[in-house]
Nanobody, 114 residues
Framework: VQLVESGGGLVQAGGSLRLSCAASGTILSINAMGWYRQAAGKQRELVAAITRGGTTNYANSVKGRFTISRDNAKNTVYLQMNSLKPEDTAVYYC?????????WGQGTQVTVSS
């Protein structure tokens, strides 16, 4: 199983980005999917998660600004990020729970300039 992220980049404060993460390989079903981030010198933290049925969970710091969604037919999860702030700068990682195993993407850099 491989997770490939895309959509990161450099954006000014107040701007938007959309991250995508596609899972490939031998996959029968993906349970929860999520996005984590790790800023320089800090621990990795959960940003948002979504169950197969569509139930979502967000970190308090991104509520109202970020939206997680998924396309089960495409084994893909998205993160729409609006009203970005400099403190959102981090490497963003995709995670997927597949058959009780946890898989990670390689990470994509998001940089928000002030």
């Amino acid at each position: 199983v491989q997770l490939v992220e895309s959509g990161g980049g450099l954006v000014q404060a107040g701007g938007s980005l959309r991250l995508s993460c596609a899972a490939s390989g031998t996959i029968l079903s993906i349970n929860a999917m999520g996005w984590y981030r790790q800023a320089a010198g800090k621990q990795r933290e959960l940003v948002a998660a979504i169950t197969r049925g569509g139930t979502t969970n967000y970190a308090n710091s991104v509520k109202g600004r970020f939206t997680i969604s998924r396309d089960n037919a495409k084994n893909t999860v998205y993160l729409q990020m609006n009203s970005l702030k400099p403190e959102d700068t981090a490497v963003y990682y995709c995670n997927a729970d597949i058959a009780s195993n946890s898989y990670w993407g390689q990470g994509t850099q998001v940089t928000v300039s002030s």
